[in-house]
């Protein structure tokens, strides 16, 4: 009896099992699908001078809009995509696109804006990274300044010796580099000034309370004299309200980027809203 049991829930196990592998090879094709068919787009949310409040940048946020169906969120697929490397081709095409819309924009006039896009892991081991972000950049007529490359704390502590190599190759051709969501991951603050990077990233859990919260104020507080002392800026992100904003203006924060400003736009509407604020301000 005990052993029917035991080889019952086997099978169970076994059905669950096969259920998530073939959940997984279906996100998988979809995916694969719908880099080949276009259903990925951009969203891009500005960046602002804390000073000034000035817009110098957008960073370009990936979707997923199947047809009929509603938009995705990068956190339902990315880690996906990340798991079966698809996120190469995927952060590829990222990329290019992104590249393409600032090159639009500017032909639209609308200049003086740097973009910002985020690497996965994956895409830092890839050895012929420099040049097809090189060949990009050409291609659409800008310039290495003109990008950012944001990359986790954590992408950026693994495997360090090949990292600050692919980040150095980067650096040398003048693109940017931010270190994202900096204060969430694990990196020792030695390894830090090895990095060659401009930026840190505030990651908005900090930002979220602290205004309210000493603890949050006294990291993120911290985090921005040691950016500054390093010779970096720091971007705030997750920056809701005015109270968000008073406290990160005291604490002497560079930019500043969230919801209180404007959520990710799609190409058009970030061209109206730049134009707008621009105008107005
Ligand atoms: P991230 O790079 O840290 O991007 C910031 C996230 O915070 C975005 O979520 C943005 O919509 C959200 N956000 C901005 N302002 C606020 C705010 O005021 N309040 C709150 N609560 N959230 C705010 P999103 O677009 O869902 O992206 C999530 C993550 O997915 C990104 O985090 C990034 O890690 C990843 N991701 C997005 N696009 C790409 C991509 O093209 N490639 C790769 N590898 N990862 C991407
Ligand atoms: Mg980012
Ligand atoms: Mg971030
Ligand atoms: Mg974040």
């Known amino acids: 009896h005990a052993k029917g049991e035991g080889r019952n829930n086997i099978q169970l196990f076994d059905s669950r099992l096969n259920e998530a592998a073939a959940m ?8 694969r699908d719908a880099l080949e068919h276009g259903h990925f787009l951009l969203h891009y949310q500005p960046q602002f001078t804390t000073i000034g409040e000035h817009i110098v940048g957008v960073e370009a946020l990936l979707r997923w809009q199947p047809p009929d169906e509603e938009m995705v969120p990068p956190n339902q697929f990315i880690p996906l995509a990340e798991d079966t490397g698809l996120i190469v081709p995927i952060g590829a095409w990222v990329i290019d696109e992104a590249l393409a819309q600032l ?3 500017r032909s639209a006039g609308i200049d003086g804006l740097r973009m910002s896009i985020n690497l996965s892991a994956h895409q830092l081991r890839l050895r012929e990274l420099p040049r097809l972000i090189g060949r990009s950049i050409e291609q659409h007529g800008l310039q290495p300044a003109d990008l950012e490359l944001e990359v986790t704390e954590s992408v950026a502590m693994r495997d360090p ?11 040398d051709m ?5 270190i994202d969501d900096f204060g969430t991951g694990y990196s020792s603050l030695s390894y830090l000034k090895l990095l060659p990077i401009s930026r840190l990233k505030l990651d ?3 930002v979220h309370d602290i205004e309210s919260n000493p603890n949050d104020a006294a990291i993120s507080a911290a985090t921005i004299s040691l950016a500054h002392t390093l010779g970096l800026e720091v971007v705030a992100e997750g920056v809701e309200g005015p109270a968000q904003l008073g406290m990160l203006t005291q604490l002497g924060c560079d930019l500043l980027q969230g919801y209180h400003f404007s959520r990710p736009l799609a190409a058009p509407a970030l061209a109206d809203f730049v134009r707008d604020w621009r105008a107005s301000h």
């Open 24 to 31: 997984r090879v279906r996100t998988e094709t979809r995916l």
């Open 103 to 105: 090159a639009r924009w």
């Open 161 to 171: 010796e090949s990292t600050i190599g692919i980040l150095t190759q980067l650096r």
């Open 174 to 178: 003048g693109i940017a580099l931010a």
């Open 204 to 206: 908005r859990s900090f």
